[in-house]
């Protein structure tokens, strides 16, 4: 019995220690590392989700994001009054990076960058002329070309057109290539496709006036139309739209969109009509100057996205790659080809080389 009792009195004690014993000391949460390095981008007045330029820089500040861990954020500018105040305010987030988009924000973004040295700046489609300004254009008359031969080589009326929406650099730059690439298979070809809507000689051709109002440009697609144009380039952002809705009416019409591709990037309804699309690799241009300036290398060398770093480029023909003979995909492989090369050299008044 003194033993039975001796073992319960043990068991007890260890039970007690037990009881006793110090808590487990809580496992450790690592540290979440906040981002050192913030980012903000500015619009232009036709928004971010305008399925052109604002739209993929954003999507390039986007990647970015992903793959530096930095801190980004875009102010929208819905207003031409907007846009010097949210360059200002994009600089008093004391980030140390801002990037800009469009033609309309180069006043602001020079204004801004002169009186805020340390701060780095980038501005999309413009030149700014500045030590801590990195221009990032394209020379979208190279694919343009290819697009112009392209409209040239499918159109059933021997006409096709274009417009923008506005008379800017970065616009004609996208009709001067497509008049060239129409001229170069009418010259091959023996043919006599006409392009309306512009003018390379005289600068001047057909414009919305503004990047917003899709009607205005379904109302001046139509009016190309009613003229015989069945291939339409529209080279105004989110107005474009407007020729695409012309095209889903006319039917036989179809629309080459610039920027991104269209057929992804407009709604699934105008998948039909988007003959192919002027790319421009804003994206890639974004994140490799992002990753610049963290390596410490930002410089304000600009950078021009051209055929040959794969800069621009021409999108798939998609639905209608059956209008699309293999001998002029042949043609336009060529075309390609001798533009890198340096063979063809597709020049105008807004070329950035």
């Known amino acids: 019995m003194r033993r039975l009792i001796a073992v319960f009195a043990l068991v007890a004690s260890a039970v007690l220690l037990v009881g006793c ?31 052109s330029f604002n739209q993929s820089t954003w999507e ?3 990647e970015a994001a992903t793959k530096y861990n930095i801190d980004t954020d875009a ?29 309309e924000l180069a006043d602001a ?17 413009e030149f700014v002329d500045a030590p801590n300004v990195k221009p990032i254009v394209f020379d979208t008359a190279q694919a343009s070309f290819l697009a112009g031969y392209l409209a040239a080589g499918v159109t059933k009326t021997g006409k096709v057109g274009t417009f923008g929406g506005g008379n800017q650099p970065p616009v004609t730059l ?8 129409v001229a170069m298979y009418n010259d091959k070809h023996e043919t006599t496709v006409e392009v309306l809507g512009w003018n390379k000689d005289t600068q ?11 009607n205005k440009g379904k109302s001046l697609t139509q009016t190309l139309i009613d003229q015989g144009a069945d291939i339409i380039l529209p080279v105004a952002g989110q107005v474009g739209q407007g020729a695409a809705a012309a095209a889903i ?9 610039v920027d991104n591709d269209g057929y992804v990037t407009l709604p699934a309804q105008f998948q039909s009509v988007v003959l192919t699309s002027v790319l421009k690799n804003t994206s ?58 340096g063979i063809i050299t597709v020049t105008g008044p807004s070329s950035p080389q």
């Open 284 to 341: 890639a241009a974004v994140v490799e100057t992002i990753g610049a300036d963290l390596e410490g290398s930002f410089d304000n060398e600009a950078f021009v996205g051209t055929l040959k770093n794969g800069g621009v480029e021409i999108a798939d023909f998609h639905d209608q790659s059956a209008l699309v003979s293999a001998e002029l995909v042949d043609e336009l492989e060529q075309i390609r080809a001798a533009i890198i090369a």
């Open 60 to 62: 390039g500040l986007q």
């Open 204 to 214: 001047d051709g057909s414009f919305t006036g503004d990047f917003e109002d899709v």
């Open 21 to 51: 014993a110090p808590a487990p000391t809580p496992t450790a949460t690592p540290d979440v590392t906040e981002p050192e390095y913030c980012a903000r981008m500015v619009t232009n007045s036709g928004g971010l989700d305008d399925r």
């Open 249 to 257: 009416e006319n039917p036989g019409v179809s629309i080459i969109w």
């Open 75 to 103: 102010i929208v500018s819905t207003a031409e009054t907007d846009l010097a105040p949210n360059v200002s305010q994009a600089v008093a987030t004391g980030c140390q990076f801002v990037l800009t988009v469009g033609f």
């Open 174 to 181: 996208f009709m001067d290539g497509f008049v060239d690439g």
């Open 109 to 125: 973004t020079l204004a801004e960058a002169t009186k805020n040295p340390d701060v780095h700046f980038a501005i999309v489609d």
